[in-house]
């Protein structure tokens, strides 16, 4: 199994600033992804995390806007840039790929909103 | 594909009844399905998986059945619960994609009342 940890948990943060999160696995993982879940919603897919270059966005999803660096094959960030309240929901991290498991499993997630 | 609305459908359950909780996947060409429960304020966690050339699997009071005729997946849980209230994802794999990949469902909240 893979253990995933977020930071932060939880912010509260003005319209128009940004605010990276960080993903960290306790074991190298091959893919690392971002999702997005607003309240009361399920779970959307942001980007692949790619390791040593740019990462590959889904529909709607763009660079500008999110960008995310995996240096390496156990940690991820993703940056909210130029966030407004829309922005206001939870991101989780995930990896897949860990040693002698095909599941794909999730941190705690980072909960944001925005004022 | 995003899903959308507001409310989830929800399960309502006694103490020790057997829950079932259903998923209509969107597309035919899937091949791998999860289901995963999302406790208040954490992350899914993995329940139980199934690919598309089995129509089920049994786990510990968990069992998963898959009929692509009507793409509907299903999960079965045995002897509820208060531990199993949560909500409910079903996510899929398109074929020819990563397996980390997933389209999610909507999600279903199960309550299982003492």
């Known amino acids: 199994s893979a253990v995933i940890s977020q930071k932060p948990s939880r912010d509260i943060c003005q319209r128009g600033t940004s605010l990276t999160i960080q993903c960290q696995v306790d074991?190298?993982?091959?893919?690392m992804f971002w999702y997005r879940q607003q309240p009361g919603q399920s779970l959307t897919l942001i980007a692949t995390a790619n390791q040593g270059s740019e990462a590959t966005y889904e529909s709607g999803f763009v660079i500008d806007k999110f960008p995310i660096s995996r240096p390496n094959l156990t940690f991820s960030t993703l940056t909210v840039s130029n966030m407004s309240p829309e922005d206001s929901s939870i991101y989780l991290c995930?990896?897949?790929?860990?040693?002698?498991?095909?599941?794909?499993?999730f941190g705690p997630g980072t909960r944001l909103t925005v004022l | 594909g995003e899903s959308v609305g507001l409310h989830l459908p929800t399960l309502s359950v006694q103490e020790g009844d057997n829950s079932i909780i259903n998923c209509a996947y969107s597309?035919?060409?899937?091949?791998?399905f999860i289901w995963y429960k999302q406790e208040s304020g954490k992350g899914p966690q993995f329940i139980i998986d199934i690919r598309s050339n089995m129509d089920k699997r049994q786990g510990q009071r968990v069992t998963v059945l898959l009929n692509k005729t009507v793409k509907h997946l299903s999960l079965q849980i045995a002897a509820t619960q208060p531990g199993d209230s949560a909500v409910y994802f079903c996510a899929e794999k398109r074929e020819g994609t990563s397996y980390g990949k997933l389209t999610f469902g909507q999600g279903t909240i199960l309550t299982v009342h003492p």
């Open positions: 995930s990896g897949w790929g860990a040693p002698g498991t095909d599941t794909q499993y």
């Open positions: 074991s190298q993982v091959t893919m």
């Open positions: 597309n035919s060409a899937s091949d791998y």
